[in-house]
T-cell receptor, first 113, second 115 residues
Framework: DQQVKQNSPSLSVQEGRISILNCDYT??????FLWYKKYPAEGPTFLIS?????DKNEDGRFTVFLNKSAKHLSLHIVPSQPGDSAVYFC????????????FGKGTRLSVIA | KAGVTQTPRYLIKTRGQQVTLSCSPI?????VSWYQQTPGQGLQFLFE???????NKGNFPGRFSGRQFSNSRSEMNVSTLELGDSALYLC??????????????FGQGTRLTVV
């Protein structure tokens, strides 16, 4: 049973436009959500996170939105750049930090120049 | 501050053999988690160690095991390798605090190929 779902395996966006990556979760005990970016042959790197007490967190070009009632979060990248082309993983965990991160299967973003 | 270091980066083993992978966490981090990444399956949680004790375990067979040393370095072992064990094995360290979720920092991974 997949607790974190990224239903779009891939996404292509024009450079300069907005990229929107979506993630759904089923476990209501999840209270902290993270996005990771992964290039080939490298480990995932932390991008941005949000706790359930917020509905938006912004860091430069990256904004994460959380809709707790819908159990849905999204990552917005504006403007998209070719260097953003990577696989993006959504992850979730319980708030106390002693539960493992549960990852989605990832969405491959391609930003076309 | 040095990041998470995994060794070796690449490994080729034969079916039936065993393998040991190593992970050195970020200095001061006491939690080490291991994940398996295969194409189309995302990152699947293997186990987590905290202060030399296994704190969480994923849904993998007993052929997958691990341990953590007093300096927080961790090893994972896979015995009786199968072709399906070919994957990227990722180690992540974090410094979990009560009442605050913390992000995990990943190493570059060990690419294991079983032939």
């Amino acid at each position: 049973d997949q607790q974190v779902k990224q239903n779009s395996p891939s996404l292509s966006v024009q450079e300069g436009r907005i990229s929107i990556l979506n993630c759904d979760y089923t476990n209501s005990m999840f209270d902290y959500f993270l996005w990771y970016k992964k290039y080939p042959a490298e480990g995932p790197t932390f991008l941005i996170s949000i706790s359930s007490i917020k509905d938006k967190n912004e860091d430069g070009r990256f904004t994460v939105f959380l809709n707790k009632s819908a159990k849905h979060l999204s990552l917005h990248i504006v403007p998209s750049q070719p260097g953003d082309s990577a696989v993006y993983f959504c992850a979730a965990r319980g708030l106390w930090g002693n539960t493992p991160l549960v990852f989605g299967k990832g969405t491959r973003l391609s930003v076309i120049a | 501050k040095a990041g998470v270091t995994q060794t070796p980066r690449y490994l080729i083993k034969t079916r039936g053999q065993q393998v040991t992978l190593s992970c050195s966490p970020i200095s001061g981090h006491r939690s080490v988690s291991w994940y398996q990444q295969t194409p189309g399956q995302g990152l699947q949680f293997l186990f987590e160690y905290f202060s030399e004790t296994q704190r969480n375990k994923g849904n993998f067979p007993g052929r997958f095991s691990g341990r953590q040393f007093s300096n927080s370095r961790s090893e994972m072992n896979v015995s009786t390798l199968e072709l399906g064990d070919s994957a990227l094995y990722l180690c992540a360290s974090s410094s979990p605090g009560k009442g605050a979720g913390t992000e995990a920092f990943f190493g570059q991974g060990t690419r294991l190929t079983v032939v």
